[in-house]
């Protein structure tokens, strides 16, 4: 760190200064002149026939400006919702790939399916109006688990897919694989269920969608991770606008969680009707509503096993996975059980053989797609599972059982057999660090302590690795993504010196105002406080391929710095011209440039100020101003990995789980701003253990209907279900991207779940619980208490 506010600084985040003051801009507190508000009439049903839709009642409402069906969008030439990722099956089979109009044609597939937009003068009136549309449905069976939609007779979500699956695919070397399982000593099974879970943002997805008939341009107001990609998307695939006539403004976005990352019904819908009825249109989601419209998570039924020899060294890892891909395709849906799965089930291990099988399934729920961490956490919790059931079978301490097959810092750069090549790395690192700040050692004199009080104590240790900075495109494109993935950055230098930069990532809580700003301080030696961070709107930034998979720093940032060296190498060429020197003579440090080995300088602000009044110029070798741009596309992903512990404590008269401790060691590169990377760590864990201890989302498997559809039923951790938690970093430096950075941004969801329910098993193992799939609730931990036998408790409990 060469200023006080470059890298390695843990500066204040800008932006929460208006956030915290209450000035946010959120696409709700648009209001755009003579705005009407729009209201989507949803299916009830999971599975139908729409057999007819009567609007006679509707229009005559007080307010009412249009109400239109699916068939209004088919005659006007509206194309269904595209997704972004292509997965190719085993034998070269492409996925099934069904249409996914913007209202319902024909049929609804979920319960929340969009059938009609009525748009009114105001939002009561467009309430009132939904209310009176009329809809004949011809309920048909539905399906809404995986493994009832294989099954012979299953109920059918698209009658020309009649079996149901979207894809089957595999990783891996399927005949070494079964070698290494003939020659195992000792194969350790599991069988779990990742729980499907809903995003919930604090702020609710919202659009608003306007048409200017003079200049026939088209702005859309939406909550985005990615408004480059809805532009993309929605104008070319779904609209036909041209890209020069359309503008998606992601403005302030309250929190994401790869929720936001997909282009969504509603957003074209909007953009359409606002020309349709010629003034802009409104539309903000309930929460409830958010529970039958938003993307959903996870959602995975698994086999696996490892296999090891005598000494406990993994030989074989074997995983079948069945995954839901909901009622249509999301943007990146069939993406994250394949590609964002598979290559993660190596983890920090030296397992050398791997094969996995992927069918991913439709059935009659809500798509499922990216949530933090997106297939990540599947795999983690996988191989986290099997390593400490390994451990337990063989009796072998689950410390050394990982340590034992834990990938040596020197072995890097290390190939993996899924895929992906981890360039630099220090796992064994992580974990001792990890055991010592959990106080491993000591655990036993704490359980004994708790036992005395009658409750059960546990500890969980999770070590895993991720690939993350999304990115890169030269990978992607090969794996099935219908576009590239790399990234862009803008530094415009005014003549004050001030800086403007233009992203095209985009903040939505990460900090990257702060982050990005202390990039340009330490690069340009300026202070942070003199940058502004834009992005979020297509017509100012250049282009961008948005925020999600943890890439924002490690493929954005780099672009940034790209910028940042181009605007060093233009101040020399400029300070060359001021001071009549060579340029290969002028050295730049800290904010000034001078010639070397002499005291003739000049500082940043007055190369700035010159490059705006360039007085004598020779304009044929050097232009005026000083503005540059950078697209960046690594060569591969980064790989953060982590070691985390996690403490519980059980109540046997109630099942309650309390987690008392957390521990998270995990290396995440040159770290920018390390509280921030704290905060991050801490905000995944928290989404982490809310998977492990307490969110579910349900669906009744006969009628499709959603059980968990609102807060009442669908429970999200609270501020004191969360113990104080100690996040530590440790730094192995990225050897592709210029900042040596790695993400971090979904740490903290991919290590929690195993972690916990690791910890839950420990406290439960003395009565043959060898496995407690997701959430542990306390009625599911009291059932398996009560199911495991007579209820032994400790016995000062009995006693008491
Ligand atoms: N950072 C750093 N040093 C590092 C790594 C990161 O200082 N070595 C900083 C970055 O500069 C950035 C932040 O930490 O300010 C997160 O960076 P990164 O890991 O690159 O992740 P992204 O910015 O791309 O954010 C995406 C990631 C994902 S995938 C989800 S989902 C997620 C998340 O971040 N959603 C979030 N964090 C979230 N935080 C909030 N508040 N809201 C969300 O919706």
Known sequence: M????????????????RFLAGRGTYVADIKRPDMTFGVFVRSPHAHARIKAIDLTAALVLPGVVAVFTGDDLKRDGVGGIPCGWCVTGKGGVPMK???????????????????????????????????????????????????????????????????????????????????????????????????????????PRAAIGEYNQATAQHTLWTTSQFPHIVKLLMGNFVLNIPQHKLRVVAPDVGGGFGVKQFHYAEEAVVTWASAKVGRPVKWVCERSEGFVSDAHGRDHVTEAELALDAVGKFLGLRVRTIANMGGYLSTFGPNIPSYLYGPLLAGVYTTPAIYCEVKAVFTNTLPVDAYRGAGRPEATFVLERLVDIAAKEMRIDRVELRRKNTIPKTAYPYKTPVLVEYDNGDPLSCLEKVLVVADWSGFSKRKAESERRGKYRGIGLCTFAEACGLAPSRIAIRLGARGGLFESATVRVHPTADITVLMGTHNHGQGHETTFAQIVSEKLGVPADRVEIVFGDTDKVQFGLGTYGSRSLAVGGSALLKATEKVVLKGKKIAAHMLEASESDIEFRAGVFSVAGTDRRKSFQEIALSAHFPINYPLEVLEPGLEEQAFYDPVNFTFPSGAHVAEVEIDPETGVVTLVNYVAVDDVGTVINPMIVKGQIHGGLVQGIGQALCEACVYDDISGQLLSGSFMD??????????????????????????????CGELGTIGAPATVINAVVDALAHLGVTHVDMPATPSHIWGIINNAGSLKLPSRTRNA
């Not at 429970?715 to 993400?743: F, Q, Y």
Request: some cysteine.
């Open 2 to 17: 060469t200023n006080l506010t470059g890298i390695g600084a843990s500066v204040l985040r800008k932006e929460d200064r």
């Open 97 to 203: 790939e069904p249409s996914h109009p913007a209202l319902a044609q024909g049929k609804v597939r979920h319960v929340g399916d969009a059938v009609a937009f009525v748009v009114a003068d105001t939002i009561a009136n467009a309430r009132d109006a939904a209310a009176a549309v009329a809809i004949e449905y011809e309920v048909l069976p539905a399906v809404a688990s995986v493994l009832s939609a294989l099954k012979v007779g299953a109920p059918v979500v698209f009658d020309e897919i009649p079996d149901n699956i979207c894809y089957e695919w595999d990783l891996g070397d399927r005949e070494a694989t079964e070698a290494a399982f003939k020659n195992a000593d000792h194969v350790a099974r599991v069988k779990l269920i990742n729980n499907r879970l809903v995003g919930n943002p604090m702020e």
């Open 714 to 743: 669908y429970c999200m951790p609270r501020a004191d279900d969360i113990p104080m938690m100690h996040a530590e970093t440790l730094s192995t430096a990225c050897t592709h991207n210029p900042l040596g950075v790695k993400g």
